[in-house]
């Protein structure tokens, strides 16, 4: 039953006009930053933490900018499970492709690096839609109805995901079948599952599967972006030339993870300040403090 009220709101929300869902979702993050003031001590916190070059005026206008991307972004998601196929083309846009086709070239499959930018499931729906076997590492989300969501917004374009407590045999199947597999590496991790790098100057837990399954595999590395375009209707992916794996000579197995997951981290630093306010800066991504 909750399957079918959950299909039922998602298809009722994609019949909203585009005009309509963008001014709903302007209204909803002016409603989740002036009235319920949502997080908002913590993602206040976070940007000055990150933009510490920022005065009061210019830190409370990214703020206000985070929340109407944060609104946008609950209507995309919506709306998205019920997208026809011609209309996902029509709202994304792929730039650097031939920086992919390199690395499919090598026949091993393709890792993806990125981040919770922009509308990642709408980006990575519209790759899926043309033609890309796209896989996705993630994190389960806590409630079953949450979940329930989640799976139904992905499946609906043929994402596929994969538990990071699954197997790694699963992984090494799917880059036998040249497929793409996503790592988001922006999300904190408890102590015994990361671990700590920089990330906007400050340690971060985080993921290292990435960096063991390129090492491993000798798979190639691809960063990709997400934004929302200024016209607040059509998502584009950026891909970026293959990082490759660095072995600086004198490095442990562990200090070699942590160097090129650091790199990795690096570059999704970067990325997110191109576009700063559609990250989600209300993830408490610096929790797992080191021992130290």
Request: charged fraction near 20%.
């Amino acid at each position: 039953m909750t399957s079918f009220f959950l299909k039922l709101f998602f298809r009722v929300a994609s019949w909203l006009p585009d005009w309509l869902a963008i001014g709903l979702g302007c209204a909803l993050g002016w409603f989740f930053d002036r009235v319920l003031r949502w997080r908002r001590r913590r993602i206040t916190a976070h940007l000055a933490l990150a933009f510490p070059e920022l005065d009061a005026a210019a830190l409370a206008r990214r703020r206000t900018a985070v929340y109407r991307h944060f609104g946008l972004l609950a209507l995309e998601l919506v709306r998205l499970p019920g997208m026809t196929a011609a209309q996902l083309l029509a709202r994304t846009e792929i730039r650097g492709g031939e920086h992919l086709e390199a690395a499919q070239a090598r026949g091993k499959g393709v890792l993806i690096l990125g981040a919770h930018e922009g509308c990642w499931e709408l980006g990575l729906a519209g790759a899926s839609r043309r033609g890309y076997p796209v896989h996705v590492i993630l994190k389960e989300v806590r409630g079953r109805v949450g979940q329930q969501a989640i799976d139904f917004i992905r499946g609906a374009h043929g994402v596929c995901g994969v538990s990071r407590r699954g197997s790694v045999f699963q992984l090494l199947r799917l880059l036998k079948r040249k497929a793409l597999i996503g790592f988001v590496l922006d999300q904190n991790m408890t102590a015994d599952e990361g671990i700590f790098v920089d990330f906007f100057g400050r340690a971060a837990c985080t993921m290292p599967g990435l960096a063991v399954l390129a090492q491993r595999t000798g798979t190639p590395v691809v960063p990709i972006s997400f934004h929302r375009d200024a016209t607040l209707r059509r998502q584009v992916l950026t891909l970026f030339p293959e990082v490759p794996w660095e072995a600086p000579p004198g490095l442990d197995q562990d200090a070699l993870l942590r160097h090129n997951t650091q790199r990795y981290t690096r570059i999704l630093e970067d990325q997110i300040r191109a576009h700063p306010e559609q990250w989600i800066w209300m993830h408490n991504r610096w929790k797992t403090r080191p021992p130290a």
